[in-house]
């Protein structure tokens, strides 16, 4: 019988590729808070289930500033430049998808067993999870073009890096989740102020149109 | 003043100075003298805490969680030396953009704001201790340093802004997962919490850490840091960046920055090189590396007519022969590449804000359209050669020194493929760089010439970084030799 951490894990995985994929700015951004918002289950999840108390407040932290600020800044953004959707991606719309969650997982299956071995909480498919949405963020870089997918693409794979440290590190002195997540916050910022510099000087989102630097 | 206050001084100065200049009023003289003084007084406090750590010693602050020892002292001195002297220059330089209307005054005050955090961030990064610390302190360099990169409001800043966040960033993740790791792994072992989080800690026990973990750690810090130390192929931001960037910043980044991120490189290279996994193991990596970031900045370099650009490219050619005398390994390769890293800083420097001088006579970076240097601003032209000379590996010079020891290093270990490709790609380095110096320096110049020698008082520093790279290249300065050689001995594991 799967279990509600596994499935969690799993709703985690479906909600990066929905992240990934959907073309709506708007509709990418609150499925990158939905998919926070599981993460912030899972943390409350192995907080009950391990007395690991440090998580208890990550889930605090995470569900204020990443389920809560950073799609709030986000939607200010797309609502700032009036953009509702993205452009055709490297691979087409439908392939590119395909690809990343391919590639994560096979990816992750390799990389997993050594993540197991020295993982303080063991759980077979949340360490899998943790890895395949670190990937999709990557492969979000990778295959989508506009500046705003590429934001959520890095907010993507620092949610894997962020389950991967509650797996595998959550008793780390408090002052490494604060000095990460602080620096996440502020890239989310300055990459925010970026693309609304990129809109303004391209009239476009689609930074493979910047091709200005050469050479 | 006892090493610790020193210590806490050297973390408070910068932060100091940034929040002052800060809520300083537009006034150009009262910014650039606060500037100057927050810069002075960062470098002194820096100087004395390497002075304490020259014979060995390890000094411990904030729990351990910080410390300088004789390997971070060698890059804190980087910071202390090299920036200095590029802040001095940075004064007179942005004060000509504000003459010419590139920037406002306001630009320059947000432009001196984050030149002290970005000091912060770098010596954040270089004296922790703790390994999730310094990998915050590498991403703080990117973040406090973007907007001085980008601080021309126009296309190519925009463009170049976006590469530098984003292609850092994903690099930078992998880095991440190496600390991540590494500390599961390490915890396994050390069974505290706070101590497996300690690079000193970590060191101690290398040896009953898991080779075959290590070997991936390894793999995803060298993508990581490698990726901010401008290493091919994740090198593809550094070339915008640092041509696009304005002077003084291009010499920081290329000078110190590309420098802290390879300390990071090599804590995580001396634990796995301790533990069982062997040297063997990370110098064969460290040479691949080296060589083939070698060989495509050489490529590119001999393309280049931006001298900016070319110098960008030269920063990474010279990444390459840091990675490659790592490769080397042994106590004379770690020795020369730790030499390396001072020899490019100041001579990295000292080209960047050259080609800051060289902007303000011709109006363009194009070498093709400059030439008759030597004849409208001879000390400018000599500076250049200077760098250009240094750059190449002249006898005399800083970075022959480096590049002389790997080589007698390489041929000593037997790596005969090895050496005859990385003098290969030296050459080419070599004839790509001295067509280049003749087609700017002599002859006739060809577009206009906007105005002619810089007043001394903005040659000063690059005099300063001159004689440096020369005084290096010419004498044992026994102090800073005893330094690389107890940093050596700590990366060695002595």
């Known amino acids: 019988m799967i279990d509600l951490l596994s499935i969690l894990s799993i709703i985690l995985i479906i909600s990066s590729l929905c992240v990934f994929g959907i073309r709506n700015y708007k509709l990418a951004t609150c499925a990158y808070s939905f998919q926070t918002f599981i993460l912030v289950m899972i943390f409350i999840y192995l907080y009950k289930t391990y007395s690991a108390d440090e998580l208890g407040s990550w889930a605090i932290i995470a569900f204020f500033t990443k389920v809560i600020f950073v799609p709030v800044i986000l939607l200010r953004l797309i609502k700032k430049l009036k953009v509702e959707h993205e452009d055709e991606p490297v691979l087409g719309f439908y392939v590119s998808p395909i690809v990343a969650i391919a590639f994560s997982l096979a990816i992750a299956m390799a990389l997993y067993p050594i993540y197991l071995k020295f993982s303080l909480i063991k759980e077979h498919i949340p360490l899998i999870a943790s890895i395949t949405i670190f990937m999709i963020g990557i492969f979000g870089f990778v295959l989508r073009n506009s500046a705003i997918k590429q934001i959520l693409a890095y907010c993507t794979f620092e949610n894997g890096i962020h389950l991967s440290l509650a797996l595998m590190a959550y008793n780390s002195p408090e002052i490494v989740e604060l000095g990460i997540l602080t620096d996440a916050l502020f890239a989310v910022i300055i990459t925010s102020i970026f693309a609304s510099r990129f809109f303004k000087y391209f009239g476009s989102l689609d930074v493979s149109k910047a091709t200005e630097l050469k050479g | ?494």
């Not at chain 2, 973990?213 to 995803?220: E, Q």
């Not at chain 2, 696009?244 to 090599?266: D, T, V, Y």
């Not at chain 2, 590119?300 to 840091?322: P, T």
Request: aromatic letters at 12%.
């Open chain 2, 1 to 494: 003043m006892d090493i610790q206050q020193l210590l806490y001084l050297l973390m408070v100065l910068p932060v100091i100075a940034s929040v002052v200049i800060w809520f300083l009023p537009k006034n150009y003289k009262v910014l650039s003298t606060f500037h100057i003084l927050g810069s002075m007084a960062t470098s002194i406090i820096g100087l004395l805490a390497v002075s304490k750590v020259i014979d060995g010693q390890t000094y411990f602050i904030f729990d351990e969680m910080f410390f300088l020892d004789s390997l971070g002292a060698v890059f804190i001195s980087l910071i202390a030396v090299t920036g200095l002297l590029v802040n001095l220059y940075s004064v007179k330089y942005m004060q000509w953009e504000v003459e010419k209307g590139e920037l406002t005054v306001k630009d320059t005050k947000l432009f001196f704001t984050l030149f002290h955090l970005f000091v912060f961030t770098m010596t954040f990064s270089v004296l922790a201790n703790n390994i999730a610390l310094m990998w915050v302190g590498i991403e703080a360099t990117t973040l406090s340093s973007v907007f001085m990169v980008a601080i021309h409001k126009s296309k190519k800043s925009t463009e170049t802004g976006w590469k530098y966040i984003i292609i850092c960033s994903i690099g930078l993740a992998f880095a991440l997962y190496a600390t991540v790791l590494l500390y599961s792994a390490g915890f396994n072992i050390i069974n505290d919490s706070h101590s497996a989080m300690l690079w000193t800690t970590l060191m101690a026990h290398s040896k009953e850490i898991d080779p075959d973990a290590l070997k991936l750690i390894f793999i995803f810090a060298l993508i990581g840091f490698g990726t901010k130390a401008g290493l091919a192929p994740t090198h593809t931001w550094l070339p915008d960046v640092h041509s696009e960037g304005p002077a003084p910043s291009s010499a920081m980044l290329s000078g110190i920055l590309l420098k802290c991120a390879i300390l990071a490189l090599i804590r995580y290279y001396a634990v796995v090189g301790n533990s069982l996994a062997g040297f063997e193991y990370v110098q064969s990596l460290m040479i691949i590396s080296g060589l083939v970031t070698i060989f495509i900045a050489s490529f590119f370099l001999l393309m280049q007519h931006d001298v900016k650009r070319m110098f960008a490219y030269h920063s990474i050619a010279h990444m390459g022969v840091i990675a490659f005398g790592l490769g080397i390994g042994g106590a004379v390769g770690l020795f020369a590449a730790l030499f390396h890293v001072l020899a490019h800083s100041v001579t990295k420097a000292l080209a960047f804000c050259v080609t800051g001088n060289m902007i303000q006579i011709y109006g363009t970076r194009d070498m093709t359209k400059m030439g008759g240097l030597i004849k409208i601003a001879p000390i400018t032209a000599i500076l250049f050669g200077i760098a250009v000379c240094s750059l190449v590996g002249v006898p005399g010079f800083a970075i022959f020194v480096s590049e002389f020891l790997m080589i007698k290093q390489s041929i000593v270990n037997g790596l005969n493929l090895e050496v005859i490709l990385f003098i290969i790609g030296l050459i080419i380095i070599f004839i790509a760089d001295f067509s280049h110096f003749n087609l700017a320096t002599f002859g006739k110049s060809n577009s206009k010439v906007l105005r002619n020698e810089l007043p001394l008082s903005a040659n000063l520093p690059l005099i300063g970084l001159a004689s440096l790279i020369i005084i290096f290249g010419v004498f044992t300065i026994k102090p800073w030799f005893a330094l690389l050689q107890n940093a050596v001995n700590i990366i060695m594991g002595i």
